[in-house]
């Protein structure tokens, strides 16, 4: 096995890409010259030939940033590969562009039994006409990828089923994908990844604004209205002919921003009855899935599992389904004869849209077995009724799980029924509804017939460890009230549901948060037992050490600038503490004047406990005055201080802001 170095940048001759394809034998590796960095090979004579039989490796990890160009007239690799002599080609390093073809594959396109793997790479605006905008992966073969990037690629022209945007594979084919991105892809069916009839499986992935709403119903073609499926991600079977029990599986993944048309906003996932589907630990939030004009009206806004008869289970585990939109039902999953059990998951701010009879489901439209486990479910709306889920007459359990705030139109009529669910579900123990029913309607119900009435007291929606949870604040009915549940070890944020006593839906108090960390957004932090030191950042930050021992030190409103527009409740607990206004050497903010400031950032200080605790106002002593404001006093800077120091501190958990006047 050799070692063949690429010294020119020309399409053809003497130390050219082509020339040292031509030259390799099996298992060559071809690197590139370090003159070479941050130029382009640019093809001029036609897509590079990959003979059966020659494998090769081929890494651009000596000449950082080489572009290799279609010119956007050709296709840049073709792996031709045959069932009596698989071919396998490796792709290091390097970065793939402008790739064209009016089939399939516009970057690489790989044979029978070829296996492509492709590692630390990028992929950028190739266009494939019938799919696969950068990758297409033959029947029988392997299509692996690691920490690669795929933006702006595209295989729309065809309008063909197997349009994905990115990667189309088919045909008893594995595909792996993991720790890469996929941004902005555009296909008919899978903004990023199409898959036919074979494994799937994602890992570490990011999925962001890819779409499939180019897609028109093909008429006069098979299956017409499948197009525009999974704006993200289509997978129509993991098993083949071969393999008859296959898995499509997510995890750590996350879908954001993604659109679909007809079903699936970001991930349609069709499966055979003999096959597994897994969506694990990760998160799907701003997706949306449009109607197909002449097609489906628009079903899951971020996830629809159907399968072809009860499969082998469907498993959604730590989970988050966050604001997104069904034109139609299921405004965060959208599921149809698929055995399902759901656990330590939240859907949270999801709607489904229609506002005449079939708008149902905010969270959830369920048509088939499912058990629901410890996941929170809140603030989900539909337009017709179920706001939280919606069910035919397959049997739903939940339990350990909340209800909270669901909402749902009933088609703009008067009716108020239906708000939680669309039915009542079967009560596993544990479970948690507010408010209640709001009519005495025979055909209003509450999530079960026993769950219990009583506020949950959720905390906003927060991303913590990389995931969307509602933290439970203190006080709420959740806590220690769930039913044990055997093997169930920890929370939708892998925290330790340690105590012996377990907290109903998917967060546990308590548990193993992140302390001393600043982050953007509206913030979420609790300290635990012990001495805390918390930071919020910019944002609205709510923390506390709700109700926990120990001297917690809490600081709230750190805005780079005043006028930022924050508020930060800041809550004690019990014990010491001292509730700071600003970072460690100024209050609030330090630049600005304050009549020009916008004058909106101010703390709340939630709960002060005589005499252990303290409110510290950060600077000297004299750059403070005191004052009337109505009825109420204000702390102020005093008339010499120029700058927007202190903007106000008010006692209470949600006052009106006090803006003080430093003249």
Same mark, same amino acid.
């Given at each position: ?13 003497t ?39 020659k494998n ?15 010119n ?54 190739n ?10 992966g ?15 690629n ?14 189309a ?43 499939t ?11 017409p ?31 954001d ?12 996932l069709?499966?055979?009855?003999q096959?597994?589907?897994?969506l ?22 971020a996830?629809v ?10 498993? /959604?585990?730590? @989970?988050?389904? %966050? *604001? &997104?939109? #069904?034109?139609?039902q +299921? $405004? =965060? ?5 698929? !055995? ?14 229609a ?10 439209a ?5 058990? /629901?486990?410890n @996941?929170?479910? %809140? *603030? &989900?709306? #539909?337009?017709w009724? +179920? $706001? =939280?889920?919606?069910?035919?007459d397959? !049997? ?12 749902a139109a ?24 507010f408010p ?6 025979s055909?209003?119900?509450n999530?079960?017939?026993?769950i219990?009435?009583?506020?949950p ?50 967060f ?60 930060a409740?800041?809550?004690g ?10 970072n ?36 000297e ?26 903007i ?7 006052p ?8």
């Amino acid at each position: 096995m050799s070692v063949i170095t690429v010294t020119s940048i020309a399409d053809n001759g003497t130390g050219s890409l082509r020339a040292a394809i031509a030259q390799s034998q099996s298992g060559d590796t071809i690197q590139f010259a370090s003159t070479l960095a941050n130029q382009t090979i640019t093809l001029t004579s036609g897509q590079l030939e990959i003979p059966v039989g020659k494998n090769l490796i081929i890494d651009g990890a000596g000449a950082s940033g080489l572009t290799l160009s279609g010119n956007n007239t050709s296709r840049i690799f073709h792996l031709q590969s045959a069932s009596v002599n698989p071919t396998s080609l490796t792709i290091k390093n390097l970065t793939l562009a402008n790739g064209y073809t009016d089939e399939f594959g516009g970057a690489i396109r790989t044979e029978h039994q070829g296996q492509l793997t492709v590692e630390n790479s990028e992929f950028k605006n190739n266009v494939a006409g019938l799919g696969g905008g950068a990758i297409f992966g033959a029947f029988e073969g392997t299509v692996t990828v690691s920490g690669s990037q795929f933006d702006s690629n595209t295989a729309t022209a065809g309008n063909d089923e197997r349009g994905g945007g990115a990667i189309a594979t088919w045909g008893g084919i594995r595909t792996t994908v993991t720790d890469s991105t996929f941004t902005n892809n555009a296909g008919i069916n899978g903004g990023a990844i199409n898959n036919l009839a074979g494994e799937l499986i994602i890992e570490g992935s990011t999925f962001i604004n890819n779409s499939t709403t180019a897609a028109t119903v093909a008429t006069g073609q098979a299956n017409p209205t499948l197009r525009g499926y999974g704006g993200a991600v289509y997978s129509d079977r993991g098993s083949d002919i071969n393999n008859p029990t296959g898995i499509i599986s997510i995890t750590d993944s996350v879908f954001d921003g993604n659109t679909g048309r007809g079903e699936g906003g970001a991930a349609y996932l069709y499966s055979g009855n003999q096959d597994k589907v897994v969506l694990d630990s990760s998160t799907f939030k701003n997706n949306e899935v449009l109607a197909l004009p002449g097609g489906n009206s628009g079903n899951g806004g971020a996830v629809v599992q159907m399968s072809n008869g009860a499969n082998q289970g469907f498993t /959604i585990n730590n @989970t988050s389904f %966050a *604001n &997104n939109i #069904a034109a139609n039902q +299921g $405004g =965060g999953l959208w599921m149809m004869d698929a !055995p399902t059990t759901i656990t330590n998951s939240t859907f949270s701010g999801n709607q489904a849209t229609a506002t005449d009879y079939s708008g149902n489901g905010g969270a959830m439209a369920l048509y088939g077995p499912t058990n /629901i486990i410890n @996941t929170t479910i %809140a *603030n &989900n709306w #539909a337009g017709w009724v +179920g $706001g =939280g889920i919606a069910a035919n007459d397959s !049997p739903v359990t939940v339990q350990n799980t909340i209800f909270a705030n669901n909402t749902a139109a009933n088609g703009n009529n008067n009716w108020g029924i239906q708000q939680q669910t669309s039915r009542l579900l079967t009560d596993g123990g544990g479970n948690i509804q507010f408010p209640p029913k709001s009519t005495n309607n025979s055909n209003d119900f509450n999530a079960t017939a026993s769950i219990t009435i009583a506020d949950p007291k959720l905390g906003p929606l927060q991303e913590i460890n990389g995931r969307l949870v509602h933290p439970l604040l203190a006080g709420s009915a959740a806590i220690n009230t769930g039913v044990a549940i055997a093997g169930l070890t920890t929370d939708g944020l892998g925290s330790a549901r340690s105590d012996g006593l377990i907290d109903v839906g998917a967060f546990e108090f308590g548990g193993t948060l992140p302390t001393n960390a600043t982050t953007t957004g509206n913030d979420f932090g609790v300290g635990q037992a012990g001495n805390d030191s918390l930071l919020g950042g910019t944002g609205n930050d709510t923390q506390g050490g709700l109700g926990l021992e120990g001297n917690d030190s809490l600081t709230g409103v750190n805005a780079a600038n005043a006028g930022s527009g924050e508020m930060a409740p800041l809550v004690g607990g019990t014990d010491a503490d001292p509730l700071l206004a600003g970072n460690t050497t100024t209050a609030f903010s330090t630049d600005g004047v304050i009549l020009d400031s916008g004058l909106t950032d101010y703390a709340v200080v939630a709960d002060f406990n005589q005499p252990e605790d303290s409110s510290v106002l950060q600077g000297e002593t004299s750059s403070y005055q005191l004052g009337a404001l109505g009825t109420d006093t204000s702390f102020s800077p005093t008339a010499d201080q120029t700058t927007a120091q202190l903007i106000g501190l008010v006692p209470g958990v949600s006052p009106d802001p006090v803006i003080p006047n430093p003249d």
